[in-house]
């Protein structure tokens, strides 16, 4: 299995909503991403987590929570967003986080609306 | 901080045909990575071809290759026999051998791949 599997697809939330965003691996990965795409943009770097600890969090604000509650899965919840928060949300992983020439996989996406 | 540039929003090659996408990068360090990454309209982003810059042989994947430049900060994609799969959008990503943001792609902007038949 060399699936990153991201549900959902697709969201629609309001601003007042609280909702989460799940990645699951079974690759036995150690390392796990979240990245925040804008349409026809690159990806953009939002967290790390390494053997299931936050190891970098790039300034992202506190509206947004990641959480890894084992190895296997990564979930980011959403709380009280704004409208220019509405993107794609992609999940990645690899092996370990420290070899720089090391493959990530990526999921399919979240693409989320926040109205 | 490093910056990748890639020049061409957009492309276009015949089914069969070999295109040649561009990139260029600014660094200081001596030694890093190279990727290129596919984002096809499943969104997937999909690793293509890889490259370390201390050694000076060209990768190859099948009919992807690279033309890498260190000098002249330059690492280009040529896809032979296009085919209608390889559309897509195409990401450059630079990563250091040292950092401390956790070995985080740094992507290009992209470019967008059309193959027509």
């Known amino acids: 299995d060399t699936e990153v599997t991201q549900t959902p697809k697709h969201l629609v939330m309001g601003m007042t909503n609280k909702k989460s965003l799940k990645c699951e691996q079974h690759?036995?990965?150690?390392?796990m991403y979240w990245y925040k795409q804008k349409a026809k943009k690159p990806p953009e770097l939002m967290f790390v987590?390494?053997?299931?600890?936050?190891?970098i969090n790039e300034s992202v604000p506190s509206r947004f929570s990641p959480e890894c509650p084992n190895s296997s899965l990564l979930n980011l919840h959403l709380h009280a967003l704004q409208p220019e928060d509405s993107a794609l949300y992609l999940c990645?992983?690899?092996?370990?986080?420290?070899?720089?020439?090391?493959?990530?996989?990526f999921g399919s996406g979240t693409q989320l609306s926040v109205l | 901080a490093q910056t990748v540039t890639q020049s061409q929003p957009e492309m276009s090659v015949q089914e069969a045909e070999t295109v040649t996408l561009s990139c260029t990068y600014d660094t200081s360090e001596s030694d890093y990575y190279l990727f290129w990454y596919k984002q096809p309209p499943s969104r997937q982003m999909i690793l293509v071809i890889r490259q370390e810059a201390y050694k000076q042989q060209n990768a190859t994947e099948n009919r992807f290759s690279v033309n890498f430049q260190k000098a002249a900060k330059s690492f280009s994609l040529k896809i032979s026999d296009s085919q209608l799969g390889d559309a897509a959008m195409y990401f450059c990503a630079y990563r250091p051998h040292n950092s401390n943001s956790g070995y985080a792609l740094n992507f290009g902007k992209g470019t967008s791949l059309l193959v027509t038949p």
């Open positions: 990645a992983s690899s092996q370990e986080e420290g070899t720089p020439y090391e493959k990530l996989f």
């Open positions: 690759m036995g990965h150690r390392a």
């Open positions: 987590y390494s053997y299931e600890k936050l190891s």
